[in-house]
């Protein structure tokens, strides 16, 4: 479950949805621009306008006859019985499920899949904005949290995998050697930016840090591209990278590939995914997971020793452990399998009473 686009949780725990607040002046129905969250209690109380109304230039309502709901019935009132309208036709579904194309010519069923799809969908390795939207993505993307968005404007003066370095317009002449780098009275340019970031002027610089292969809740990846170039000039609140899910600032959960659909007199329902070994070679639903592995070490009770991390692992062959270093780790970059050790460990084992079989082979063999 999750909350309906605009919708929030007052102080109370109660959650709000937006409004816009219908004034009655001179015999017109005005649309105003004042909005007014309300409760689902409070919100049985009005009669609000569902947001397909018509609008004049002055913000008045053209119809006589206005479509709208009270108490959770819909019906047609007359204009001058609205007291709010809608802010939006998409707040009645959520975020997922406005981002659906095409929604409202949808089996209810299968929207309600496809959002609970899309919540489920994991960062692909190259990801891709869809070519058919619905304008959500943009704004889906830039709330996330997982992009960096500009804090004040100006030109990119260095960028990498790294950083993001962006030089800001002074607020007063700057001076060099008797040299002006930047008077107020010019324009703002990307080579007077430029001479700032090479003489180290860092007050006028603004720092980005990029997440770089980090593991994220979910165990997937969290990877930060820059999507600007050296020399671009930024305004405050533009995009400057790319993260998980995200393809130049818009929400990516998929690819854009070619599919046909073949039904069996409309019964099936998911019943069979062909998918072409193609999309498999060219990792185009490829993603990357991470799994986090701690080993620690204890002294054991009653004087048995100390665990140890070590390479000489009993009882295993020189295969097993080709990939860990001196001390008994893996060595960075190696690629393993299910199964392989990552680190070698020992456990003293003690005085521990002996089977009757293992009695019995001292016997023979003379040990004790």
Not at 45 to 68: C, P, Q, R, T, W
Not at 81 to 88: E, H, L, P, R
Not at 261 to 290: C, Q
Request: glycine share 8%.
């Amino acid at each position: 479950t999750s909350l309906s686009t605009y919708a929030k949780v007052n102080k109370y725990g109660f959650i709000q949805t937006p409004f816009f607040k219908v004034l009655h002046q001179d015999g017109k129905t005005i649309l105003s621009r004042h909005i007014d969250y309300l409760t689902a209690d409070q919100e049985k109380e009005e009669i609000i306008a569902s947001s397909g109304f018509v609008l004049d230039a002055n913000n008045a309502f053209k119809d006589k006859k206005i479509i709208a709901r009270r108490n959770g019935e819909t019906g047609i009132f007359e204009r001058s019985q609205i007291t709010y309208a809608d802010v939006s036709p998409k707040q009645i579904v959520s975020v997922a499920t406005s981002s659906i194309p095409f929604l409202e010519h949808n089996d209810a069923s299968r929207a309600l899949m496809g959002a609970n799809m899309q919540r489920q969908a994991v960062p692909l390795l190259i990801p891709e904005s869809p070519i058919v939207g619905t304008g959500v993505e943009y704004r889906a993307a830039k709330d996330s949290g997982c992009l960096i968005i500009a804090r004040e404007s100006g030109f990119v003066t260095y960028v990498d995998a790294q950083k993001i370095i962006i030089t800001k317009k002074p607020n007063q002449n700057v001076l060099l050697n008797g040299k002006t780098l930047y008077d107020t009275t010019q324009e703002f340019t990307y080579a007077q930016a430029k001479a700032l970031y090479e003489n180290n002027y860092k007050e006028h610089q603004a720092k980005y840090t990029l997440i770089n292969f980090a593991k994220s809740n979910q165990d997937t990846l969290v990877l930060q591209k820059p999507i600007v170039v050296l020399g671009e000039q930024i305004n405050e609140g533009d995009i400057l990278v790319s993260g998980p899910s995200t393809s130049q600032g818009e929400l990516a959960l998929g690819r854009n590939v070619t599919v046909a659909f073949m039904t069996w007199e409309g019964y099936n329902y998911e019943d069979a995914i062909i998918m072409s070994e193609e999309l498999v070679k060219r990792d185009v639903y490829t993603s990357i997971h991470i799994d986090k592995y701690e080993v620690q070490t204890r002294e054991l009770k009653k004087g048995s020793g100390q665990e140890e991390i070590t390479r000489e692992v009993p009882n295993v062959g020189a295969d097993a452990i080709k990939n860990l270093d001196e001390r008994g780790i893996i060595i960075p970059g190696s690629e393993v399998k299910e199964g392989d050790i990552l680190v070698g460990k020992i456990t003293p084992q003690g005085n521990i009473e002996p089977s009757p079989s293992e009695k019995l082979i001292q016997i023979v063999i003379g040990e004790k």
